[in-house]
């Protein structure tokens, strides 16, 4: 997976790349094919915003669905957090829905004898 990160009129905080790369990955253990995720990082000049100054949006590219997270919070991390969340959410949304639940009742069942 390629992880793409965008910032607009945004200095991000170091470990910030690492914490993204490190969150993303992690999302490979589900069955969902997904080439990239680009990670777009806003900040809000507006000062009414305080406390949603700061907003991530992820989106992923690939054979897979198209899905699409946002959330913007009081920092860049605490966004990246509840963005990951969402986003989580929808790909185990999809990994259950492609599992095969072979269920097989007794009358079904051939039996040995």
């Not at 910030?16 to 589900?30: G, P, V, Y």
């Not at 699409?68 to 999809?94: C, G, P, T, V, Y």
Request: zero cysteines; aromatic letters at 6%; a positive charge.
């Amino acid at each position: 997976m390629k992880i793409l990160i965008h910032t607009r009129h945004a200095d991000l905080a170091d470990d910030f790349k690492t914490i993204a790369e490190e969150k993303l990955t992690s999302m490979e253990r589900f069955s969902v094919v997904i080439d990239r995720v680009e990670v777009e990082v806003l900040h809000e000049a507006n000062p009414q915003q305080g406390k949603r100054k700061h907003k991530v949006v992820l989106t992923s590219h690939g054979a897979g669905p198209l899905l699409r997270a946002e959330a913007a919070e009081f920092n860049d991390l605490a966004a990246f957090d509840i963005a990951i969340k969402a986003f989580a959410l929808q790909i185990r949304k999809i990994h259950e829905r492609t599992k095969d639940y072979d269920r097989k009742t007794l009358r079904t069942m051939k039996s040995d004898l």
